[in-house]
């Protein structure tokens, strides 16, 4: 399978797994995992980033279309986008030319472990304070965002320790 | 020249960053406007299309519910038409003036998307502009209000949910006295909206029954919402109470969707001059 096959793959099936059976879990009545930005951290790193910006941009506006919220969701999946490369540099010290090398799997996972959670966090804050649009209920934002949070990371390292095998 | 051509090259990915975060910004703004929200929603062809598709398998799993729930209609109506047809073969004819006179037609539509769970929550049905759905008809079914029809595409409806910040109805005591408020959505629990504005002096207790008021176009006088769960006490300027709906706002597949056919009057009437 060739990269961009696979990116297309992997866009649309965690579109369809956010839409249709991850925004319906509701577990305790309002924690949902958002999946879907595991895109970004999929995404293969390159010195161009326009296209991972427009991409994510594209893909969070989608799950906005099917979830009536505006653009929410495309601005927050868009913002740990641009956000990554600064990450990257900080957490797992690269430079330019590490880039078309740099795979996650590959890294110490506790330097994975903080990466992902940093940007999850920046995402669900960044989503949940735009959802509810007011600073009334403000400790709802920030409890949405830590029990959501943890919800999407535990997701997110079951199913990439399970689906993610070694090469 | 040079310099600017130098200014972008140098903040090319933070320009293309400003400009997406614009453009979702527009779209989160505009769709928080009830009368403006036009492009990102679910009732276009497509997200609709996908969600009728989807709702067609999930809609097993409430079938039990929702077949008792028809079935309580049923027998509900059997008895007013009892009630309508022992009247009739009485000699004297008996004046009800607690009879509303109005004039609506119900099309019937089912729910392909719920939410409930966000503070800004709509939903999808599927009937359209074919089905001669249009912007702000009023959505209910057996046991009491849903929303009001936001966006139309040809075949699906987005539907305002009471249950977003932004829905404010139009709601009075059931019963004798004719005191109304209007009921919105703090964004807190699912099963509870909250009514502002009942004046001071009217008899309120907890248990009491909310109906829709009559006082706007959309909803027709006497469509019940909820009881009284939880009175504030403390002298407030807009009076707030806790209404407990009768609809489970999680657990809903078959709606009607009511057309107003005095709309076009009243609201000539309304509209003045100087506008």
């Known amino acids: ?167 | 020249m040079q310099q600017i051509i130098y200014f972008f090259q140098k903040f090319k990915y933070f320009l293309f960053y400003l400009f997406l975060t614009i453009l979702s910004f527009a779209f989160t703004f505009n769709n928080l406007n009830f009368h403006k929200s036009k492009f990102v929603n679910s009732a276009n062809s497509i997200t609709g299309g996908f969600y009728s598709q989807v709702s067609n398998i999930s809609e097993y799993f409430s079938l039990k519910e929702e077949n008792k729930r028809l079935s309580e209609e049923n027998t509900r109506l059997k008895n007013q038409i009892e009630k309508t047809s022992l009247r009739l073969s009485i000699d004297s004819t008996i004046i009800d003036s607690s009879k509303y006179h109005q004039k609506y037609t119900f099309t019937s539509a089912k729910i392909i998307k719920n939410d409930f769970t966000k503070a800004f929550n709509f939903l999808t049905i599927n009937r359209g502009k074919k089905d001669g759905i249009q912007k702000e008809m009023a959505v209910i079914n057996s046991l009491g209000i849903i929303g009001i029809t936001d966006n139309t595409s040809n075949s699906y409806t987005r539907v305002q949910s009471i249950l977003n910040k932004n829905s404010k109805i139009n709601a009075r005591l059931k019963g004798n006295t004719a005191y109304f408020g209007s009921l919105e959505w703090d964004g807190n629990a699912y099963n509870t909206v909250q009514l502002f504005d009942i004046p001071r002096q009217a008899p309120i207790k907890i248990g009491d029954t909310i109906e829709t008021g009559g006082k706007s176009t959309i909803f027709p006088e006497g469509i019940p919402i909820g009881t009284i769960s939880k009175l504030y006490e403390g002298n407030t300027a807009n009076h707030k109470m806790d209404v407990k709906l009768f609809n489970d706002m999680s657990n809903l597949v078959y709606v009607k969707v009511l057309k107003s056919l005095d709309k076009k009057e009243i609201q000539s009437l309304e509209i003045t001059e100087d506008e």
Do not use: C, W
């Open chain 1, 1 to 167: 399978m060739n990269s961009t096959f696979k990116i297309t793959l992997l866009f649309f099936l965690l579109l369809f797994l956010q839409v249709f059976v991850l925004n319906n879990i509701n577990f305790l009545g309002y924690i949902n995992p958002y999946l879907y930005i595991a895109f970004v951290f999929y995404y293969p790193l390159k010195e161009n980033r326009f296209t991972i910006l427009f991409l994510s941009f594209l893909l969070g506006l989608l799950v906005d279309f099917f979830s009536d919220s505006g653009g929410i969701h495309a601005f927050s999946l868009l913002t740990i986008a641009y956000l990554r490369v600064f990450f990257i540099k900080l957490y797992f010290k690269k430079v330019l030319v590490d880039f078309p090398f740099f795979k996650l799997k590959a890294e110490p996972f506790g330097k994975v472990f903080n990466y992902v959670v940093t940007l999850t966090l920046i995402h669900h804050f960044i989503l949940f304070s735009f959802s509810n649009f007011s600073f009334q209920n403000f400790s709802d934002v920030l409890s949405n965002t830590l029990f959501s949070g943890i919800f999407t990371l535990i997701l997110f390292f079951l199913t990439s320790y399970i689906f993610i095998k070694e090469e």
